[in-house]
């Protein structure tokens, strides 16, 4: 019997008691602090967490930009989650799973996290660049069945040049674009890029 897959959740209540919201909310710290507080994130087998709204899946959602540019790609047949194929995006990230290391005497840290973060950047793209990498926002969407299981922690990683090429082949039409090109396909992004694309847009 293969086992089943295990991604890192929290109890819904930890982020209610921090402050529910929807869209994008910027007290980062707060919501970090209060997620990775010791004993609070754990591993949940998916099938459960996906049809469990009493926790949220932390889903990494890495925006990289060059410029004024922002690295966007389009999601293939072969896209494990089948909901978002033929949607564009401008976010790499996905579930989180236990390694080696990942669960020590105290539990899962904010280090293991950093380094999750990087494992799964690495699984779907080749960042040939340097690069600095910042939390600008957290992403919540409960107006249907799959955000009330998701939360996202929006990553911004400001690349040296733009030298990205695809690893997953799930990865289609990847290219930097402006945000003006993005407004344009603004009916085909994904919920969560085009929540992101309003915040970009305004910051400018």
């Given at each position: 019997?293969?086992?089943?897959?295990?991604i890192?959740?929290?109890?819904?209540?930890i982020?209610?008691?921090a402050?529910?919201f929807?869209?994008?909310?910027?007290?980062?710290?707060?919501y970090?602090?209060?997620?990775?507080?010791?004993?609070v994130?754990?591993?949940?087998?998916?099938?459960?967490?996906?049809?469990?709204?009493?926790?949220?899946?932390?889903?990494?959602y890495v925006?990289?930009?060059?410029?004024?540019?922002?690295l966007s790609?389009?999601?293939?047949k072969?896209?494990?989650?089948?909901?978002?194929?033929?949607?564009?995006?401008?976010?790499i990230?996905?579930?989180?799973?236990?390694?080696d290391?990942?669960t020590?005497?105290?539990?899962?840290?904010?280090?293991?996290?950093?380094?999750a973060?990087?494992?799964?950047?690495?699984?779907e793209?080749?960042?040939?660049?340097?690069?600095?990498?910042?939390?600008?926002?957290?992403?919540?969407?409960?107006s249907?069945?799959?955000?009330?299981?998701?939360?996202?922690?929006?990553?911004?990683?400001?690349l040296?040049?733009?030298?990205?090429?695809?690893?997953?082949?799930?990865?289609?039409?990847?290219?930097?674009?402006?945000?003006?090109?993005?407004?344009?396909?603004?009916?085909?992004?994904e919920?969560?890029?085009?929540?992101c694309?309003?915040?970009?847009?305004?910051?400018?």
């Open positions: 019997m293969t086992p089943q897959e295990q890192l959740v929290v109890p819904r209540q982020v209610e008691k402050g529910m929807h869209g994008l909310v910027f007290d980062v710290k707060r970090l602090d209060a997620i990775f507080a010791p004993g994130p754990r591993f949940m087998p998916r099938p459960q967490a996906e049809t469990d709204p009493s926790f949220k899946q932390i889903i990494p925006i990289m930009s060059c410029g004024n540019k922002y790609y389009v999601r293939g072969r896209a494990g989650e089948t909901r978002l194929v033929a949607k564009r995006s401008i976010g990230g996905g579930h989180i799973n236990p390694v290391g990942d020590p005497l105290f539990g899962f840290l904010r280090k293991n996290y950093d380094a973060v990087q494992r799964e950047v690495d699984e793209v080749n960042v040939e660049t340097g690069h600095t990498d910042s939390v600008i926002a957290l992403l919540n969407d409960d249907n069945e799959v955000g009330q299981v998701h939360l996202g922690i929006v990553h911004h990683w400001v040296d040049e733009p030298k990205v090429s695809k690893r997953e082949q799930m990865i289609a039409q990847m290219s930097f674009m402006t945000l003006d090109e993005l407004l344009q396909v603004r009916d085909t992004l919920t969560w890029s085009a929540l694309l309003e915040h970009l847009v305004a910051a400018v």
